[in-house]
């Protein structure tokens, strides 16, 4: 109970930070909409993508939107604990310390949702992309994708808070760790995409997002404290 | 379950980081009542004792006690006996007086309606409550800081360098705070390098530098020219 | 284990010097004939390199939770040769792959989840690099992540390749036949000797730079 108390407090208190100054929702939502038009002006020719892989290109840049965007978000919310020392703070409380990481973790899985809230039908307007043909499959894909993600995320960009390189190190060990993510977002999307949707394709990728959430929420959960010790 | 103590000890406590070290073989001990100063130049291992003190840095060998039983084997319960109010502040610059207090009394699991009224007074803050933090001065933020740090009655109080940025008012206000909650049977560890205010406030001085204890004796007449003795003078090889 | 040192290095070089004879007597594989060869390094240099790596994983996890400091020497020397050999297989692959299909590389799931592999574990070694001090915790979360996520990426890019072939030029490389074991065992047992051989080398390493640095924290007491 305490465990689940603490979470929440953590969660509610960044919710409450960001609600003043909606830096961090700002910037990454802006962040997140350059991207996508970045990547649209590399593949879009004469008005829409290759047609053959219209389905892969419209999933493959919501997902690297999402992927890029949450990267900086992670640096930025944990440079805000920095600034004050507040992990410190928020360590020495008598509150298991990896209930710390798990309100740090529903505040990042929150703010990716709300940038794939908008997200998600920029790239189905730019793209013609029937993201909204199976909205459930879809959302859960990408629920689970941002999951894994930040649950990986959240752990690296604590444990890099005291690194000295820490910008630069947290692309360089996340991106390749969180492979099997993107891969299994893209690929699930892109079925779902495709005309008929491939549900089963989907639901078998939407089936490796989740053990990799279960699987590496629990090593988060278990390396927290040795990681954030000095 | 309450954790309560005593009495905390460090035995033979060395932190080194790679080839450095910043705390060699340190043996210490504090009952309650007692305003045990750690005196020392900078860089002497002064913030670093703190920390190992505050279960925040572990140490590479020896080991400390809060009564009979270490960090590691009285569980996460031992932090609601320990405040600490370091250098960097802990606050959310980003958010009120009111809501930074709020936010650590619950996590503290404090009943926050009584404890924040009750800090914000003793801060001297009551009126500045609903103003963002980083409006604040470095004095009054100091003082926040402190009742943050006091809110969950910790049995162990540690403090780095607590009279940063404050005025002569502000000083009085804190000494005498200390020596209450002290008379009330908290450990007190104050780390500083401000010696006229150590000489009206602590009961005992550890001096250290270059991360070995040098002296531990009661505080009293002369603890300046004392304290220069030792950092300037032969205190090379002696340890307490 | 110094006692083991020496025969295994005369063991280690006896299989590498007869290796050669075995690869030659070897049969010909089908369709790719000569070139197929590289195969009795190419494989063998992956075994070692997936060992180095769950040997660092398992020495970071005994580090990180046990706090003992030979385990991240174990570490750190096992993290360097997985490198080593990831970048053997690495320079292998597409040698072969060349030769064989007439380019340098096609997102074999194989090769791929060994480029992802060996991104993660250089990523390891700057971390223990770069990361300031204290580095050598954080990298051994970083290698505990690595081998526990190493199944998702072997599973998650196989699926990528294979569960919509597509018309390329091949599927994967290396099917063994059996004629082909023997000088195949061989050459796998030679190079997962050569690569405990080097991890003792360079725990030994490690252990002497330990060694120094202690004597100059002591010298200072």
Redesign the interface.
């Known amino acids: 109970m305490v465990f689940l108390r603490t979470a929440l407090l953590v969660l509610r208190k960044d919710v409450a930070i960001e609600v003043r100054s909606r830096e961090i929702l700002y910037t990454t939502l802006f962040f997140a909409v350059s991207c996508v038009l970045i990547f649209s002006f590399a593949f879009v020719r004469e008005g829409a993508p290759p047609q053959e892989a219209a389905a892969d290109v419209a999933a493959g840049i919501l997902w690297i939107a999402v992927a890029f965007s949450g990267t900086l978000a992670l640096g930025r919310t944990f440079e805000r604990e920095r600034y004050g020392e507040t992990l410190k703070a928020l360590l020495l409380a008598p509150a298991p310390r990896p209930a710390i990481y798990v309100g740090k973790l529903l505040g990042m899985v929150l703010l990716m949702t709300v940038a794939e809230l908008v997200l998600v039908p920029m790239v189905a307007l730019l793209f013609q992309a029937a993201l909204f043909a199976r909205p459930l499959l879809v959302s859960a894909l990408l629920f689970a994708g941002t999951v894994g993600f930040a649950a ?1 995320g959240t ?2 960009a604590a ?2 808070i ?4 820490r910008d630069v ?1 947290l692309p ?2 996340l991106y ?2 969180t ?2 993510v993107i ?2 977002g893209v ?1 699930g999307t892109s079925a779902l995409l495709t005309v008929p949707p491939d549900e089963a ?1 989907a639901t ?1 990728w939407l089936g ?1 997002l989740t ?2 959430d279960v ?2 929420v629990t ?1 988060a959960l278990w ?1 927290f404290e ?2 954030m010790t ?1 | 379950m309450i954790v309560d103590f005593d009495r905390v000890e460090l035995a033979d406590v060395s932190r ?4 450095r ?1 910043a705390v ?2 340190v043996s210490l001990a504090a009952t309650r009542g007692d305003i045990l100063g750690l005196l020392g130049p900078n860089g002497a291992g002064k913030s670093t004792l703190i920390g190992l003190l505050a279960t925040l840095v ?1 140490a590479t060998s020896g080991s400390i006690r809060y009564g009979d039983r270490t960090a590691a084997a009285a569980g996460p319960d031992i932090r609601r006996g320990i405040g600490l109010l370091a250098h960097e502040l802990h606050l959310y610059p980003e958010l009120t007086a009111r809501q930074n207090l709020d936010f650590f009394a619950r996590l503290y699991g404090l009943d926050a309606r009584a404890a924040v009224p009750a800090a914000l007074e003793s801060a001297g803050l009551a009126d500045r409550a609903d103003d963002d933090v980083s409006a604040f001065s470095r004095g009054m933020r100091q003082r926040l800081a402190l009742e943050r740090s006091l809110m969950h009655q910790p049995r162990l109080v540690l403090l780095d360098e607590p009279f940063t940025g404050l005025d002569d008012r502000a000083v009085t206000l804190v000494t005498d705070r200390l020596r209450r909650i002290a008379a009330a049977g908290a450990i007190v560890i104050v780390a500083t390098h401000d010696l006229d205010l150590a000489d009206g406030l602590v009961t005992r001085m550890a001096v250290v530098r270059d991360g070995r204890l040098i002296a531990d004796e009661p505080s009293g007449a002369g603890l300046r020219n004392r304290y220069r003795t030792l950092v300037t003078g032969g205190g090379g090889a002696a340890r307490a | 284990m110094r006692k083991l040192f020496l025969p295994l290095t005369i063991v280690t070089a006896a299989l590498f010097a007869y290796a050669p004879i075995a690869i030659a007597n070897a049969p010909y594989e089908s369709t790719m004939l000569l070139i197929q060869k590289i195969f009795y390094f190419h494989v063998p240099a992956w075994i070692a390199m997936y060992s180095a790596l769950f040997v660092c994983g398992i020495a970071s996890a005994i580090y ?2 046990k ?1 003992r400091v030979e385990a991240d020497r174990v570490a750190v020397a096992a993290g360097e040769i997985a490198v080593l050999f990831g970048l053997i297989g690495l320079v292998t692959g597409p040698l072969w792959g060349r030769k064989a299909w007439g380019v340098w590389w096609q997102w074999d799931a194989r090769l791929t989840t060994a480029l ?1 592999l060996e ?2 574990l250089i ?1 390891y070694l ?2 223990r690099k ?6 050598e ?2 990298a051994a ?2 290698a ?3 081998m ?2 190493s199944v ?2 072997y ?3 196989d ?2 390749r294979t ?1 919509h072939p597509k018309t390329s030029v091949v599927t994967s490389l290396g099917e063994t036949a059996p004629a082909m074991m023997p000088a195949f065992a061989l050459c796998a047992v030679a190079f997962v000797l050569l690569m405990t051989l080097l991890l003792m080398l360079r725990v030994k390493l490690a252990q002497q730079q330990a060694t120094l ?1 202690d004597m ?2 002591a010298d ?2």
């Not at chain 1, 005291?162 to 390189?165: P, S, V």
């Not at chain 3, 770069?130 to 580095?135: D, I, L, Q």
């Open positions: 990986v752990l690296f444990m890099l005291r690194a000295r390189t190190m360089i060990l390749p760790i492979i099997p891969i299994a690929r394709m078998m490796v053990s990799f699987v590496f090593l390396t040795p990681l000095e | 080194h980081f790679g080839r070290r060699t073989r572990a | 990180l939770f706090g992802l991104l993660i990523a700057m971390v770069y990361g300031g001090p204290g580095s915790k954080l979360g970083v505990l992540f690595g526990v996520d998702f990426v599973k998650s890019v699926w990528w569960v640095n100059y924290l200072e007491e």
